[in-house]
């Protein structure tokens, strides 16, 4: 349901649910409750037709037209469920304006139990959530080790009135944090009565079982009424072993297959392997590999290698690598979507002193249980581990070796547990001034954060001793000194004891926190009146106090206790915001209003922010019944993340990881992320120095309702953002990719590198973050936020909404968002070219809706696209049917153009209402059974092209009952 969906002709209507008086705090007020509307109405106050007025995001102040200068989605909370969505972020992340949110919510995020909205592509910490108006606390780990956003999956769907979604810059109405955009989520209000909603569901290829129990109700009196919610949901999680098609990592796209793995199958993922002084591997003892106690987790796997002249295999030469025991099913602990458990209660009501003046409160408490993981222990040569040993058992030089632990040795799957506790407590004083002409409301608000993470560690020294034994020594061979130990082959090669986990087995706890106290004064009211209207006015003054704390585990990440992910995030601090903002809408004739509107706020942080200054106008005009032209523009300033500003150096090392160079040196046509014999260190680090983002934001387009055919509404706005000195973090991979790029020119495939030219300020800076030995293996890498140059995304939104009501077949309502995005331009440097990389992201994304209903059935069909994106390979040459990637520039070589297809799903509810106290309602997720295929140049796993939201989930099924106690 889009903005669209209520227009004019359905104010009416929609002012039932909305009615409120002028003081317009946020969009909390737009439910302000019906005592005090019953109590003016009573008093035949002469100024009760400003309750005719409404409150949208975008805006303080109150108006009588729901559309307004800036394009506003609306998505109501009835339509969530119909639309076939469990949660606040599924709905979120179907919306045209939003783009897949950057870190991937499964295996190897640092905050797996968390979801982010990432409008407009821009990123997760550059948009503001809000409910009833107000902001909430940032979730306390941060998006991929770097960033804070807030956390859209925490948030219980039974309160849910509406969803208001302002995807541009509003610095200046809001502040800092929406330099994308806002999203305000409003409860529902007055109450009356107690509801109980129950769902089940499930998954047809199984997995992602699901369960919620909602009960809401609500209680009035003469000057008082009480709301309340208790929800409990719970969702299983949904593991690589359960889809068949993701147990190995030989499920990569054929292209990815090079004249190795074409000629003797492709290389499967090592877990029981020893290498000797040749870097050969050592043949299992016969039968190891297939033993019982590992429950198939093994089967034997030998490496050849064949020879290549230029363009073609030469058969006659074959190297034999050895033989070694490979995973079979290497994902199947790796967590796709995460499980949880949820448990919320929420609390709100207010009283009526009369003479205008209410107190109103509320206390919201969320608790979350979450589980997840990705490989089990396991032991290879890493940091103060030993590469290379001389083993005295077998007078062998051993070069390499890897010990992967299983099940049914550690007694489980060692999964990760994520406990989080989050309340949010509001209480508040409002009224009017001056005989009713000016509304005020002064708030004040305290929220809390926590989350503590559970895991089984990583002991590789104790592993190591446990399988090799203590030091003998050293000894020399030939010309080299090598450690001495000797490998019990019994325990390497065989399954281990549960008792015998348990004398090296570790677990860890990481505890992260972010708090925030906030107080607010909002004052909204006509001014004065000229012969066109009356001018209105909002002011505010705001304080906002807020911080995080990242403690992990005190052990560190050292060769005795490392985290599963291999992450070591610390750090904390405070940030200190105090601001001032006002805000005019200036009739200027019957049919034409302008706004003018700036805010000043001033931070007390780490940062070198100070004082920012933000404004923005807008226009509206109506020329004839029922078309409004409308446009906006605005400044917009976002101070760096405490994330950026407070995270404390951390060091880990790193031995699974894309060499890009190396690939590329070596002409491959892909670069899966494998186990190396060498480890770098990986240093990691926050920007005190950091500039705050600076930049802009306009819109303009038109709303029409179509008044000759009567519900026909269109609308369509052009928007653009941009920001100057925009901050990002350039994590680990990205410096590889870079520094390959820079150094060669080349992307691996072939493909020309462009994002920056070589011998570039930036080209320069990456190569030095990427330390080499003499021998080009990688020993260190740096990584931080850095300020960019440029940032400008621009594109178009439309709409199409319908709503034929018929005589005898009942009414039918649909509504169309479709939203292209024109261009996504980025420079880190000034001396870099600003390139369009469109097509890197979802270009294109349409949602549909159709609904009909008709006496006691409700039927809603909804579909949901994201366009092609730019195919794992494109720009490189097409690899030959041997297997073999010829080099861009030669005549073998077909240079690779191919895009990925739409991901386009379609979702279904039934519901029939067999009388006003029950409702029975069918929902089916993903009607056509559709999955994420894995792109003909993608590695395996989850290399399906998740930029469209693709995924594994399937179908799935869910019934729900509505019951009404009283």
Not at 499 to 508: E, L, P
Not at 825 to 854: G, H, I, M, Q
Request: net charge negative; glycine share 12%.
């Amino acid at each position: 349901m889009s903005h669209i969906a209520l227009r004019r002709h359905r104010l009416a209507s929609a002012l039932a649910l909305v009615l409120l008086p002028t003081f317009a705090l946020h969009a909390q007020d737009a439910g302000t409750n019906q005592a005090q509307s019953q109590d003016q109405a009573q008093q035949g106050d002469k100024k009760a037709k400003t309750l005719d007025k409404v409150v949208v995001t975008g805006s303080r102040i109150a108006r009588a037209e729901v559309e307004g200068p800036a394009p506003v989605n609306i998505i109501k909370g009835e339509e969530i469920q119909k639309q076939g969505f469990n949660t606040v972020y599924e709905v979120m992340n179907s919306i045209t304006q939003a783009g897949i949110a950057e870190t991937p919510p499964s295996w190897g995020s640092t905050s797996v139990n968390a979801r982010q909205l990432n409008l407009r592509n821009m990123g997760s910490n550059r948009n503001l959530l809000l409910i009833d108006g107000h902001r909430v606390t940032d979730y306390p780990m941060p998006a991929n080790g770097k960033t804070n956003f807030q956390n859209y999956n925490n948030i219980p769907t039974g309160m849910i009135d509406r969803i208001e979604i302002l995807a541009t810059g509003a610095s200046a109405i809001y502040g800092s944090d929406a330099i994308a955009g806002v999203v305000n989520i409003i409860l529902k209000k007055n109450y009356q009565g107690d509801d109980i909603k129950v769902q089940l569901g499930t998954s047809t290829r199984g997995g992602r079982d699901f369960g919620d129990l909602n009960f809401v109700g609500g209680r009035s009196g003469d000057n008082w009424n009480v709301i309340y919610n208790l929800q409990r949901s719970h969702r299983t999680p949904l593991w690589g072993r359960d889809r068949r098609y993701t147990d190995s990592d030989a499920d990569a796209g054929y292209g990815a297959w090079d004249q190795n793995a074409r000629m003797f199958g492709y290389p499967r993922y090592t877990g029981l392997m020893l290498a000797d002084g040749d870097g050969k591997y050592i043949t299992p003892p016969a039968g190891a590999c297939n033993q019982r106690g590992f429950k198939n987790n093994f089967s034997q796997y030998h490496k050849q290698s064949v020879a290549t002249n230029g363009n073609t295999v030469d058969p006659t030469n074959i190297t034999d690598g050895g033989s070694y025991c490979a995973q079979n099913d290497l994902f199947g602990n790796w967590v796709l979507t995460p499980g949880r458990d949820d448990r919320d209660a929420f609390l709100a009501g207010n009283y009526d002193f009369g003479g205008g003046l209410q107190a109103y409160g509320s206390v919201g408490y969320w608790e979350t249980h979450g589980v997840s993981n990705t490989e089990l222990p396991f032991l290879y040569p890493m940091g103060g581990i030993p590469g290379s040993f001389y083993d005295q058992g077998t007078g062998q030089v051993i070069t390499n070796y890897f010990r992967q632990l299983t099940p049914g040795e550690m007694g489980g799957y060692g999964n990760t547990h994520d406990d989080e506790k989050n309340w949010d407590i509001h209480a508040g004083l409002r009224g009017t001034l001056f005989d009713n002409r000016f509304n005020w409301d002064l708030n004040l608000g305290h929220a809390k954060y926590i989350v503590r993470e559970s895991y089984t560690g990583l002991n590789e020294q104790g592993m190591f001793n446990y399988f090799f034994g203590p030091q003998q020594g050293t000894t020399t061979v030939g010309g080299e000194e090598y450690p001495v130990y000797t490998i019990n082959q019994q325990r390497f090669w065989n399954p281990i004891s549960k008792a015998d986990y348990s004398t090296f087995a570790v677990t860890g706890q990481n505890t992260a926190v972010s708090w925030m106290d906030q107080a607010s004064l909002n004052v909204t009211g006509d001014l004065f009146s000229t012969w066109a209207g009356p001018v209105g006015f909002a002011g505010v003054l705001e304080a906002n106090h807020q911080g995080y704390k990242l403690t992990p585990d005190a052990r560190g990440n050292t060769t005795t206790f490392g985290d599963p992910f291999q992450d070591y995030n610390a750090g904390g601090g405070t940030r200190m915001r105090l601001s001032a903002g006002t805000e005019f809408r200036i009739p200027l004739s019957d049919t034409l209003t302008w706004s003018l509107s700036g805010r000043l706020d001033k931070y007390r942080d780490a940062s070198s922010a100070d004082i920012a200054r933000t404004w923005g106008t807008a226009i509206e005009w109506r020329p004839l019944q029922g078309l409004l032209l409308r446009g906006t523009y605005g400044t917009n300033f976002h101070a760096p993340d405490m994330q950026y500003l407070y995270k404390q150096d951390s060091l880990s090392t790193k031995g699974i990881y894309s060499d890009y160079y190396q690939c590329i040196a070596a002409n491959q046509s892909v670069c899966p992320a494998i186990q190396h014999t060498t480890y770098y260190t990986l240093h990691a680090a926050g920007g005190h120095n950091l500039l705050p983002e600076e930049g802009h934001a306009w819109t303009y387009g038109f709303v029409w309702d179509v008044n000759w055919v009567e519900g026909l509404s269109v609308s369509a706005d052009y928007w653009h953002m941009g920001i100057d000195n925009a901050i990002d973090n350039v994590g680990e991979d990205d410096v590889l990719k870079d520094e390959a790029g820079c150094r060669t020119g080349l992307q691996v495939g072939g493909a020309p590198y462009t994002l920056h030219p070589q011998g570039s300020e930036y080209c320069k800076q990456i190569e030095a973050n990427v330390v080499r030995d003499a021998q080009g293996n990688i020993t260190a890498v740096y990584t931080g936020p850095i300020n960019q140059n440029k940032l400008y995304v621009s594109g178009v939104d439309a709409n199409v909404s319908y709503r034929w009501k018929t005589q005898n077949w009942g009414a039918f309502n649909f509504s169309l968002d479709w939203t292209d995005n024109l261009s996504y331009k980025l420079r880190k440097y000034a001396s870099d070219p600003l390139l369009n990389t469109r097509y890197d992201r979802v270009a294109t994304r349409t949602r549909a809706t159709l609904n009909w209903l008709n006496g006691p059935w409700d039927v809603t069909v909804y579909g949901e696209r994201q366009g092609g994106v730019r195919a794992p390979h494109y720009g490189g040459c097409e690899v030959l049917a041997n297997g073999i990637t010829p080099a861009l520039g030669d005549p073998s070589c077909v240079v690779y153009h191919a895009y990925t297809s739409p991901w386009v799903t379609f979702s279904s509810t039934v519901g029939y209402r067999f009388d006003e106290k029950l409702r029975l309602g069918l929902t089916v997720t993903n009607l056509f059974d559709k999955v994420g295929k894995i792109p003909y140049y993608a590695g395996g796993f989850e290399f399906i092209p998740t930029l469209q939201g693709a995924n594994y989930n399937g179908r799935e099924i869910s019934l729900q009952v509505e019951y009404k106690l009283d």
